[in-house]
């Protein structure tokens, strides 16, 4: 006894919160296992072996058959009365025979579905007999598949049992044999008159369960919101609050002269102030909740992909004629991965928004409107409040939604920007593939007015997104391994290829993996640049990285000078002008083709160099938009030491795949919301104030490598686009020997034009002598051995050592005289 007391104790301790969580938790067990997977399972295996489309089709004839059959019963049913109703062997011979349009095979059926089973109200089962094929063989859901089911069986077992209530057994095909023995039996149990109410009860009581019919509402109207000028409050509707009443008793008798007293007394009664009570928001059922689904427009897909060609007129230079007869890549090199359009399934998007509204029912958030946007990945639901709801009630709820739907990757947008509105996101149970192909087709890329298009992927309303480069300027990506920053960086590549002749634009690619780039290697000589006397085109090693970079804000420096000599404010008005043929090669002018840098892993060339690769991405980042030299960086580690303040603010466009935490969110996007994408190319586009999600475009490893195999077998230039040649401070600290045998031959006359300009460059002895970069940096080298300039001082201009003609030529007497073999 002493025992079970003690257990009945802890019983009764047992907090109810727990049992409440173990309610839950039971629920959650039996949720996690219903039959959804395995209908999956079947299903694909249907699809695979293609019986999915031979059972709808069969499930369609067979409908088209019974209402043949039925129909035809309807008039031959006493013809045909005699031989149904005997055994079923004998209809199955062929010397019977029977009126109805399909033959005994149609009687046969009558007699069971009609006769014997339903009676008329068999149709039923043609209806979902069809319907179901439709959905097996096209794909297409005509009516909400378990709405439909439930709403056709409870009319086709009420129509049977009110037939066989109304009609006796002369007509038995009108109710069936289970209308007609049913309703005999509600007859014998509670009369006729009884069976006629609870048949008319349990008609009304379904459709009002199922909202079909909507009831009148006698309720008294909703108080009108209060407006600046406040009516006076009717009789009935004051509060039933009594003014003090003031009560002053004069003495009866009351002397002439003597004044009446001045005391007073006031009978205050208490006041009992009526309260109004709360009222609480009347949610609507979510079958009443407006919902619509907002397919996106089909894209139009070209064949072939348009060539930019540049209309110049007869005198104009044509940057291209090096490479007159090269030709683009075409579309066939890509591949196609299934259907590309969204296949809307009308059962999940019905099931998602009733999930939604009662979630938000449950927490008394009434909503007046849902419309549903299905993308390749995720559907957004944009939803309408009912008035007076807080936003950050409806934002607060995003777990409690994620929970309801069971999916990964929910987020919530609150409001729309510039639509009354709020946008849910919800994962496609089937995600879709986005190919390169099918953006590369598509009108909003093939039409693109844009100096460096780019092909990211689709929007979640299944719209290509297409975005300039030269405008972003420079893009920064970011996201875990494997959630695809390696294919979004062959996406923007192959979408420059795919656009661009090699004479207008160029690579710089950074490879610190050493794997990621390689298979650019084959288009060496056609699109990359190097620097001078390197070997591979791609830069693995972190000393080249730390040259390369700085040889590109040498470039950037000497464009500029360009740009300045040449008038000019960016290099699209610069090649214009230089097309035009304003402007003189023979004063160091060419034709600029656009640079491209793109670092795959950002985070160890920081680890390994830290200040070194900061600083000179930092000065592109700050300056390079305006001479055609953009930046795309790519980093697995979103951390605050990878991706500094310095980076972030010259970065305005940035890419978040799927992240960790929200705290490396933050730091990619300066918001949250990377953190609950879904992985597998699903990625946050922020440029300025807008955040567009968007699914990116897969282009493989084999589609990468036909496209180079392409490119590379036509021909080419001699080499790869030469960089400025890059000499680390340390390397000439002037202690390096004049040799007057290896002095070039313009070495007196490049020397005269240094002192006469004062400027030690080698930009400026290539415009005045027409030579080569790599020639006047040799020069410039000898001139600093000979003293007559100083030392590399990185972006400033070298100090001249010569002031004047005279001390110059003492100098170059002195050189010559040391180098003089002695006697």
Not at 393 to 422: C, F, V
Not at 736 to 747: H, P
């Amino acid at each position: 006894m002493a025992k079970r007391y003690s257990n009945k104790l802890k019983d009764d301790a047992t907090p109810e919160k727990e049992k409440e969580e173990k309610v839950v938790e039971k629920e959650k067990e039996e949720k996690s296992t219903p039959s959804g997977p395995r209908m999956q399972r079947i299903k694909d295996w249907l699809e695979r072996y293609k019986i999915a489309a031979l059972s709808g089709l069969f499930l369609i004839l067979f409908a088209i058959c019974l209402v043949l059959a039925f129909t035809s019963f309807l008039f031959t049913w006493q013809v045909d009365y005699d031989k149904v109703s005997g055994p079923v062997h004998d209809l199955l011979s062929t010397s019977v025979k029977t009126a109805n349009w399909l033959g005994n095979f149609g009687a046969l059926l009558s007699n069971v579905f009609m006769n014997r089973w339903f009676g008329i109200a068999a149709y039923g089962i043609a209806l979902l007999s069809f319907i179901t094929g439709v959905k097996l063989l096209l794909n297409v859901t005509l009516l909400p598949m378990a709405k439909t089911i439930r709403i056709t069986l409870f009319v086709m077992l009420w129509t049977c049992v009110m037939m066989g209530y109304i009609f006796n057994k002369n007509y038995l095909f009108m109710g069936g044999g289970i209308g007609y023995y049913s309703a005999s039996w509600l007859d014998g149990m509670i009369g006729r008159i009884g069976t006629l109410l609870s048949l008319s009860f349990v008609g009304i009581a379904f459709l009002l369960i199922n909202n079909l019919v909507k009831i009148p509402s006698f309720t008294k109207p909703d108080a009108p919101e209060i407006e600046e000028e406040v009516a006076e409050p009717a009789e009935s509707e004051r509060h039933e609050i009594e003014e003090p009443i003031l009560k002053v008793e004069k003495p009866k008798n009351i002397v002439k002269d003597v004044p009446p007293p001045t005391a007073i007394e006031f009978n205050v009664e208490p006041v009992t102030p009526v309260v109004e009570e709360k009222k609480t928001p009347v949610v609507k059922p979510s079958d009443s909740v407006e919902f619509s689904i907002e397919k996106a427009p089909e894209v139009k897909e070209e064949i072939k992909i348009v060539e930019e060609k540049i209309e110049l007129p007869a005198s104009a230079y044509d940057p291209t004629l090096d490479l007159s007869s090269y030709k683009f890549p075409p579309l066939s090199l890509l591949q196609d991965y299934g259907k590309e359009s969204v296949q809307i399934d009308q059962d999940e998007l019905t099931a998602n928004k009733d999930r939604i509204v009662a979630t938000l029912a449950n927490y008394s958030i009434g909503i007046k409107k849902i419309k549903a946007t299905p993308g390749p990945t995720v559907t957004l639901y944009e939803i309408v409040p009912q008035d007076g709801t807080r936003i950050s009630k409806i934002k607060n709820l995003e777990d409690d939604i994620a929970l309801s739907l069971s999916a990964l990757g929910i987020r919530i947008i609150a409001p729309m920007p510039g639509q009354g509105t709020i946008g849910i996101e919800v994962p496609n149970r089937n995600p879709g593939m986005v190919s390169m192909k099918s953006i590369l087709a598509s009108d909003q890329f093939q039409k693109a007015n844009m100096e460096l298009p780019i092909g990211l992927g689709k929007t979640i309303s299944d719209q290509p997104f297409v975005i300039d480069l030269a405008k972003m300027p420079h893009l920064l990506m970011a996201g875990s391994t494997g959630q695809g920053k390696s294919v979004g960086l062959n996406a923007v590549l192959v979408s420059l290829l795919y656009k661009k002749h090699p004479s207008q634009i160029k690579f710089v690619l950074v490879d610190p993996k050493k794997v990621e780039l390689t298979l650019f290697n084959k288009i060496e000589r056609h699109f990359l640049a190097k620097l001078p006397n390197s070997g591979e085109a791609i830069i693995t090693d972190t000393k080249k990285v730390i040259h390369t970079l700085n040889s590109l804000c040498i470039e950037m420096d000497q464009r500029y000078d360009l740009l300045k000599d040449a008038q000019v404010r960016n290099i699209k008005e610069y090649n214009e002008k230089f097309v035009a043929r304003k402007l003189n090669p023979e004063k160091g002018h060419k034709y600029l083709p656009y640079i491209v840098l793109i670092v795959d892993e950002f985070a160890d060339l920081i680890m390994t160099a830290g200040k070194e690769v900061e600083t000179p991405i930092a000065r592109l980042a700050q300056l390079a938009r305006a001479i055609g030299i953009h930046l795309i960086i790519a980093t697995q580690r979103p951390s605050v030491n990878i991706i500094t303040g310095t980076i972030k603010a010259n970065f305005p466009a940035r890419i978040a795949f799927r992240v960790i935490s929200k705290i490396d969110s933050r730091t990619i996007l300066d918001s949250g919301g990377a953190d609950q994408l879904i992985g597998r190319g699903d990625m946050l586009l922020a440029t300025g104030s807008d955040l567009i999600r968007l699914q990116c475009a897969f282009v493989s490893t084999n589609e990468v490598e036909e496209i180079t195999d392409y490119i590379g077998a036509q021909q080419a230039y001699p080499q790869a686009f030469q960089l400025p040649e890059y000499v680390e401070e340390g390397s000439e600290d002037g202690n390096v020997e004049f040799s007057a045998n290896e002095k070039d031959a313009l070495f007196d006359q490049c020397a005269r034009i240094v002192v006469e300009t004062q400027q030690g460059s080698a930009s400026l002895l290539q415009r005045r002598l027409k030579i080569g970069y790599n020639r006047a940096g040799r020069i410039i080298d000898q001139l600093q051995a000979a003293g007559i300039i100083g030392a590399f001082e990185g972006s400033k201009a070298r100090e001249v050592m010569i002031k004047d003609f005279m001390q110059l030529d003492e100098k170059l007497k002195a050189l010559s005289s040391s180098s003089e073999p002695q006697m």
